[in-house]
Structures are given as structure tokens and as C-alpha cells.
Antibody, heavy 120, light 108 residues
Framework: QPQLQESGPGLVKPSETLSLTCTVSGGSIRAETYNWGWIRQPPGKGLEWIASVHYSGSTYDNPFLRSRVTISVDTSRNQFSLKLSSVTAADTAVYYC????????????WGPGTLVTVSS | EIVMTQSPATLSVSPGERATLSCRASQSVSSNLVWYQQKRGQAPRLLMYGASTRATGTPARFSGSGSGTDFTLTISSLQSEDFAVYYCQQSNNWSPITFGQGTRLEIK
């Protein structure tokens, strides 16, 4: 089982871009049979899927966030990343990275999550 | 957007008893329904996928059923470690993947 670990700034100013990286260890991000993705959870609230990507470059994203989201894969570093632009306080959340078998999204491996606070 | 509605919001059950959690989709998701368990301060844990297939490591006391718009997660005999928040998620439509609001399972 691979391990996933999120990293990035814990504090982002309003209107700036949130950037997070998920490092995969114990497995290759180039695996054909997996998609990788980001999910977030505002404090005390439920889960929201943000976007998913296959190492080949295929992406799926939440249409409600699409204009602000970029998801990408860096196979040389065995990482994938999330950029969310023009953040507001509503983007404050724990951000999780996760891995799912290709096909219907059902991630069995998750990172521990990282809290990102949007505040000036 | 497919809206997922879970009921009840909170369920109080005694250890050893059966718990039944419901999830309803605003339109058919076929059998593309996923259940997660989340404990405080932890990432969600995959319990069930394809509505009724247990994920690796999910105990046999967990069972899932349903198709189309109505789904159920049943825990046959609650153990202390089962008290948590449970989320359903539809995986039938990528635009977007959506979750229910969660059911908190608490000790009675």
C-alpha cells in the first residue's frame, strides 16, 4: 500500500493561490490502474471532491470549482499537485489527497490531510 | 449535480445492536455508491464500493445494499470502534462526484 502525504502552506491570503502537493511513497504514480485526487473538508463540515487526475494527463474536476482549479502530475517526483486560485475564507478546509482504482471514484488510500486557512 | 441525502443526521445505538444508515440520490447512480467511515481527526476510510462490495479490511458485520437512488449501510452488531461519522458518495457521474452530508453514529 502506498503512503500519501500532503504538503504546502497552512496559511494563504485571500485572493491568492493555494498550492498543495501530494507525495506518493511505496508505489508509483505512473500506475495505469489508478486515479489520484483531492478532496477537502471545511472545519466541522462534510466532504467535497475537488479534482482527479491520471498520470497520463486525463483530468476530472468539480464544475463548481473548475475555473479556479488546476490539478497536475509530476512523474519525475512521484507527486501530484493542486492549485486553487482566488481563494476566499470559504476555501478554508482540511485538504486530502487520495488514490482510487481507475473507474468509479472510490479512494482506498488517503493522506492524513492538511489544514489550509485563508486569512489576511 | 447529483444531490446525496443521508438519514438520519445522527443515530444513537447501543453496542451490540444493529445500525441502519440510509443514503438517497436525487437521480439514479446505478450501483456506483461508496461508503466511508470517518473518525475525529482522521481521513475518511473506504468501507464499501459498488454499493455492496466490502473494501479490503472492512469487517463482515458491515453490509451495503441498494441500487438506483436508495441505498443502505447496515452494521449488524455495533462494536465500540464503529462509532464515527459515515458518508455516502456517488461515483456514477464525474460532474461532480458528490457526497452526502454524513450520519453521525453515536453510543446510546
Amino acid at each position: 500500500q502506498p503512503q500519501l502525504q500532503e504538503s504546502g502552506p497552512g496559511l494563504v491570503k485571500p485572493s491568492e493561490t493555494l498550492s498543495l502537493t501530494c507525495t506518493v511513497s511505496g508505489g508509483s504514480i505512473r500506475a495505469e490502474t489508478y486515479n489520484w485526487g483531492w478532496i477537502r473538508q471545511p472545519p466541522g463540515k462534510g466532504l467535497e471532491w475537488i479534482a482527479s487526475v491520471h498520470y497520463s494527463g486525463s483530468t476530472y474536476d468539480n464544475p463548481f470549482l473548475r475555473s479556479r482549479v488546476t490539478i497536475s502530475v509530476d512523474t519525475s517526483r512521484n507527486q501530484f499537485s493542486l492549485k486553487l486560485s482566488s481563494v476566499t475564507a470559504a476555501d478554508t478546509a482540511v485538504y486530502y489527497c487520495a488514490r482510487s482504482y481507475i473507474g468509479p471514484w472510490a479512494p482506498g488510500e488517503w493522506g492524513p490531510g492538511t489544514l489550509v486557512t485563508v486569512s489576511s | 449535480e447529483i444531490v446525496m441525502t443521508q438519514s438520519p443526521a445522527t443515530l444513537s445505538v447501543s453496542p451490540g445492536e444493529r445500525a441502519t444508515l440510509s443514503c438517497r440520490a436525487s437521480q439514479s447512480v446505478s450501483s456506483n455508491l461508496v461508503w466511508y467511515q470517518q473518525k475525529r481527526g482522521q481521513a475518511p476510510r473506504l468501507l464499501m464500493y459498488g454499493a455492496s462490495t466490502r473494501a479490503t479490511g472492512t469487517p463482515a458485520r458491515f453490509s451495503g445494499s441498494g441500487s438506483g437512488t436508495d441505498f443502505t449501510l447496515t452494521i449488524s452488531s455495533l462494536q465500540s470502534e464503529d462509532f464515527a461519522v459515515y458518508y455516502c458518495q456517488q461515483s456514477n457521474n464525474w460532474s461532480p462526484i458528490t457526497f452526502g452530508q454524513g450520519t453521525r453514529l453515536e453510543i446510546k
